[in-house]
Every structure is written in structure tokens, then in C-alpha cells.
């Protein structure tokens, strides 16, 4: 089955049927002219700019079922980092605001200023939250970025716990991350946008914060570099394949999709792995990444590379063998989209798929349903 993206239609309201083998996204426009479609309001939208005023989400994450009720956070709830500060000076933003299923927000995390927290953002089932913080206090690069940055490890309460950046752990500007999370014990997979490698953290998960059994970089060799609009670009976003163990890289600058096999049980790094993705027409500098409940792919495009001006904001959707299944137009103007998400509802047919347009500050939450087709 496959889930289409229709890029001609702007994230309003959709519904996700399954029909005929295959998962349409449809407008309400669509639905409503129809009156035997179904009927599931599908979408929200949702500012992210509260209290401060900071700007610029990059960073997404549902917080997992499992996660203790100790503090304000609730499985469901979506986390989104801020790299901006109130003044919009990129690298400088330090808050991460909590968002509700019901589409409510508060001020989850506030850390010291000038942190640039980044799209490296997710929660762990016991009880704390990831997020990865690279400084840029001139706001571009160059002048070099100042430092390697680190992966901040902050409580159900919201309180900063540990700092992770001791060399030996090989984080170098953490862009983004994806966990494999099995509860006591913890993968963390981390892109590093300051020298193109992917770092495996083996982590075990206590009452008081995380200890690094071991640290690997699992692959390297993917282009970055420094960007007049997009600060740093290099590889980005990381969707793990536990059932493969297969991990799947975005590289920005290389303008492709590239998978890592053993990632789990690598002791050295694999180089870039294997390109699946290729796509000249339909990738534009490849940002979050996120591995589908049909096994599909999806990519939010950031247009630093290989930009299109009538393909704009692109969210993108292809099977692990690189082939193309459809595209959603996320904002009418360039480099809206950045980090992606995807999770299930607490119900068995129902997931929640969201995405940040920081050209907007705001986060769109998509509700679908897998549906049994009747042919």
C-alpha cells in the first residue's frame, strides 16, 4: 500500500483512505463534493512561537508511549525545538515548546540562552527527552561555528540533567537523530552537520539521566559545508529500520537518500552506505526524514539544494527501492519544511504524521487511518 501526496493541494484539512490497495490524501474540497467519502478531520495548525517569542522550529518528536506521567509531558504529545531566538538570529534559540494532541501549547524546556537547539529532538521511554544544541552567535557560517555543540539530556520536568559532549563520543554539530528505543536501554543514532558522519550512541537509561555504554561512528564521507541561507548543510535527517537494521541518511548537500547496513552492530564506520534515492526532479536539499507504517519513506525538502521555484516546500514520499510516490506542498514559499514526524495514536489503525513550516513558525499534525480496501 502506498501513501500519496498530493502536491498540488495545500495542507489545509485532508483524509487518508485506503482505496483500492492504495492510501489517497484527499482535500476536504475533494471529500465534501463526495458524499460517500469519509469523513476524518485530519489536520491541525499549530504556532510554535509562545511566551519568548523564539522562532524557527527545526526540531520534531512525539513523545512515546511508555513515557512516565511525572511532569507536564503525556504520551502523544509532540516536542518542537527552536533554533532561533525572539530576535531571529539563527544558532541562538534555546526553548522547546510542548504541543498537545488537542493542539495546546506551553513552554516545555527553556535553557540558557544562545543554545541553537536543533532538528536532533526526541524522547525516550524513560523519561527524558534528547535534544541536540549547536551555538552559532554570529548567526552564519563562516566565522566558524564556535565548539562542536553537544546532545542535551533534559527530565520529564523539563530541567536540563546532562550535557553530552565529551570527545570520546564523537558528536560534531548534532543536526539531527533517531532512536531505537527499548526502554532500559537505548540506540541513538546522530547526524553530525560539522564533519558529515553518523554517530550510534549505546545508551542505558536510569532514574536520574543516560550513561554512554559505547560510542561509534557508523558512517562518513557526506558532504557539508557552510550555507549563506541554511547556516550549515551536511546530513541530516535518520530513520533506523530495526527489523533491517537498516539506517537510512538523509545528506543534504549530496542531494540524495543513502541506507547503512548493521547499523546497530557496526565498530567502524561504513562510509556513506549505498544510495536508494536519487531524484533530480523531485529533491531539493533533503532535511528530516522518516520511515512510514507501510514502509515507505518520507523526506521534507529544504530547497538549499537544487532548488525549484514551482516545487517549493516539498514533502516527499518513495519506497526504500527509490522509486517516487507522491508529494505534498507544505508552504507556497521556499525552505518552509525541517523536521518530520510520525507516530501512532493509541489506536491500532491510527497515526499522526507532523511537520514544521519555519517559514511560518507553525507545526501541521496530519491524523490518518489505515483502512482495509473492500477490492
Not at 499549530?46 to 519568548?52: D, H, K, L, M, R
Not at 508529494?327 to 507532523?354: K, T, Y
Amino acid at each position: 500500500m502506498s501513501l500519496i501526496l498530493d502536491r498540488n493541494r495545500a495542507p489545509r484539512s485532508h483524509t487518508l483512505v485506503h482505496v483500492c490497495g492504495a492510501l489517497m490524501l484527499l482535500s476536504v474540497a475533494t471529500a465534501i463534493a463526495d458524499t460517500d467519502a469519509p469523513r476524518l478531520p485530519i489536520v491541525a495548525r499549530v504556532s510554535t512561537t509562545i511566551e519568548n517569542g523564539e522562532l524557527n522550529p527545526y526540531g520534531i518528536a512525539f513523545v512515546p508511549a511508555g513515557f512516565p506521567e511525572l511532569g507536564p509531558l503525556r504520551a502523544g504529545d509532540l516536542l518542537v525545538s527552536n533554533f532561533n531566538n525572539s530576535s531571529n538570529v539563527q544558532g541562538t534559540g534555546s526553548t522547546i515548546v510542548r504541543v498537545t494532541p488537542h493542539g495546546h501549547t506551553s513552554l516545555f524546556f527553556d535553557g540558557t540562552p544562545g543554545l541553537g537547539l536543533t532538528t536532533a529532538l526526541g524522547a525516550l521511554k524513560g523519561g527524558f527527552v534528547l535534544v541536540g544544541s549547536l551555538p552559532i552567535p554570529a548567526g552564519s557560517c563562516p566565522p566558524p561555528v564556535p565548539g562542536k555543540g553537544a546532545l542535551l539530556v533534559v527530565d520529564h520536568n523539563g530541567q536540563l540533567v546532562q550535557t553530552l559532549d565529551h570527545p570520546d563520543f564523537h558528536l560534531n554539530g548534532p543536526w539531527d537523530l533517531t532512536i531505537f528505543d527499548q526502554g532500559g536501554q537505548a540506540k541513538v543514532f546522530v547526524s553530525n552537520v560539522l564533519d558529515g558522519t553518523v554517530t550510534r550512541l549505546d545508551l542505558v537509561v536510569g532514574s536520574q539521566g543516560v550513561t554512554v555504554h559505547s560510542a561509534t561512528q557508523v558512517a562518513s564521507g557526506y558532504t557539508f559545508r557552510c550555507d549563506p541561507s541554511a547556516v550549515v548543510v551536511g546530513p541530516t535527517g535518520l530513520a533506523y529500520d530495526a527489523y533491517r537494521d537498516l539506517l537510512y541518511v538523509a545528506s543534504t548537500a549530496d542531494n540524495k537518500i543513502y541506507a547503512v547496513m548493521n547499523a546497530s552492530k557496526l565498530k567502524q564506520s561504513n562510509g556513506t552506505g549505498s544510495v536508494i534515492y536519487q531524484d533530480q526532479v523531485h529533491l531539493h536539499g533533503p532535511l528530516g526524514l522518516v520511515l512510514a507504517p507501510n514502509g515507505h519513506l518520507i523526506v521534507s525538502n529544504g530547497d538549499a539544494i537544487n532548488g525549484d521555484p514551482k516545487q517549493p516546500s516539498e514533502i516527499v514520499e518513495f519506497t526504500p527501492a527509490g522509486k517516487f510516490i507522491g508529494q505534498l506542498l507544505l508552504d507556497p514559499n521556499p525552505d518552509g519544511p525541517f523536521g518530520i514526524a510520525i507516530a501512532p495514536n493509541g489506536d491500532d489503525d491510527l497515526f499522526r504524521f507532523a511537520a514544521v513550516n519555519d517559514n511560518s513558525n507553525t507545526v501541521f499534525v496530519w491524523t490518518f487511518r489505515f483502512e482495509e480496501s473492500p477490492h
